[in-house]
């Protein structure tokens, strides 16, 4: 049986063997990121992270996404307990999943036709 992790936050997994969510830090400094050969990434604002920079991390986080092996975005939803007011975390949510539609989905498309 094979397994495949499509949510982690360690980046030293295996290339090929999980989708690994990019560190807020890589968000605010996109020019950092350094993908392994084979590897998936998924890129987005947590929760947690809608309060401050969450412009500067949305901004990011659409120029991350045409990269070809950013192959969703996220981690993306909605915490009650930590993070913005939840108006600005439905928000920022709504970004992203536009986002995803408009970008990822369509990346995939491409990628099936080539």
Request: net charge negative; proline share 5%; charged share 20%.
């Amino acid at each position: 049986m094979t397994v495949f992790d499509y949510h982690t936050h360690n980046p030293l997994v295996t290339p090929g063997e999980a989708i690994v969510n990019l560190s807020q830090h890589l968000l605010l400094h996109p020019e950092e990121f350094q993908p392994q050969d084979k590897a998936l990434y998924s890129a987005g604002v947590h929760p947690w992270w809608t309060e401050g920079d969450a412009d500067l991390l949305l901004q990011n986080t659409a120029k991350l996404a045409h990269h070809p092996q950013i192959v969703a975005i996220g981690e993306c939803g909605l915490d009650a307990l930590r993070g913005a007011e939840m108006s600005r975390q439905i928000e920022i949510l709504r970004h992203q999943l536009e986002m995803a539609e408009r970008v990822v989905f369509t990346n995939d498309i491409e990628k099936a036709n080539a």
